[in-house]
C-alpha cells in the first residue's frame, strides 16, 4: 500500500544550524504539507503546497521556514536558523486532489535542537 | 478560528469493552472530519474519513458518527483489544482551507 515517508527519523542539531527534512509523498497525490507537534502538545499546521507553491500557512511558518519540490518525488522542509523551541515531531502529509480528501501521514522526523 | 476539543483526555479499560470517544469542534462549516491512531513516537495513522454529509462512517470495529449542526463527532469501537490502546485524534479541516485543526486527542489503554 502506498505511503508517505520521512527521513531521517531522528535529527539532533545545534542551536543556529540548519536543517532540511525530506518526504516522499504517496506517488498520484497533489496536495503536500507539513504539520508539527511539539512533545505532549496538538498536532500544529506549518503549510501546505500545491501546484508548486504555498497554499496556505500558518502563524509558526515565518522567514525561517521554506519548503520546495525539488524534484518530482521529494518535498522537502527547510529550517534557516533552529532554535530550541524548534525541537518537535515534523509530519509531512499528502492528500489527492484537495483538502476535503483524506490526508495521510508519514512517520515524523523527530528533530531535537541543542 | 477553529478549536477542537476531545473527552476524556485518558480512558483506561478492560479488553471486550465497548468504548465511546469524543470530539466537539467549534465552527461547524467543515468538509470532512479524519479521526487518527498515533502511537507513541510514532506517526499518525488514518482511521476514517466522514464527510459533512454523512452522519456515519465504519471501519471494522470503528463507527464514527457526525452531527455537524451540534460540532460534535464520536467514534465507537467495539470489544476493545489490547492493540487497541494508543492516542485518538480527531482533525477538521474548515470550509475553504485544506488544513486540518487538531484535538489533543484521547490516551486509550486497554489491558488484558
Known amino acids: 500500500e502506498p505511503e508517505v515517508t520521512q527521513t531521517p527519523s531522528h535529527q539532533v542539531t545545534q542551536m543556529g544550524q540548519e536543517v532540511i527534512l525530506r518526504c516522499v509523498p504517496i506517488s498520484n497525490h497533489l496536495y503536500f504539507y507539513w504539520y508539527r507537534q511539539i512533545l505532549g502538545q496538538k498536532v500544529e499546521f506549518l503549510v501546505s503546497?500545491?501546484?508548486?507553491?504555498?497554499?496556505?500557512k500558518s502563524e509558526i511558518f515565518d522567514d525561517q521556514f521554506s519548503v520546495e519540490r525539488p524534484d518530482g518525488s521529494n518535498f522537502t522542509l527547510k529550517i534557516r536558523s533552529t532554535k530550541l523551541e524548534d525541537s518537535a515531531m515534523y509530519f509531512c502529509a499528502s492528500s489527492e486532489y484537495s483538502g476535503r480528501d483524506e490526508q495521510f501521514f508519514g512517520p515524523g522526523t523527530r528533530l531535537t535542537v541543542l | 478560528k477553529q478549536e477542537v476539543t476531545q473527552i476524556p483526555a485518558a480512558l483506561s479499560v478492560p479488553e471486550g469493552e465497548n468504548l465511546v470517544l469524543n470530539c466537539s469542534f467549534t465552527?461547524?462549516?467543515?468538509?470532512?472530519l479524519q479521526w487518527f491512531r498515533q502511537d507513541p513516537g510514532k506517526g499518525l495513522t488514518s482511521l476514517l474519513l466522514i464527510q459533512s454529509s454523512q452522519r456515519e462512517q465504519t471501519s471494522g470495529r470503528l463507527n464514527a458518527s457526525l452531527d455537524k449542526s451540534s460540532g460534535r463527532s464520536t467514534l465507537y469501537i467495539a470489544a476493545s483489544q489490547p492493540g487497541d490502546s494508543a492516542t485518538y485524534l480527531c482533525a477538521v479541516p474548515l470550509s475553504g482551507y485544506s488544513t486540518l485543526t487538531f484535538g489533543k486527542g484521547t490516551m486509550l489503554l486497554v489491558s488484558p
Open positions: 465552527d461547524s462549516a467543515i468538509y470532512n
Open positions: 503546497f500545491y501546484n508548486n507553491e504555498i497554499s496556505e
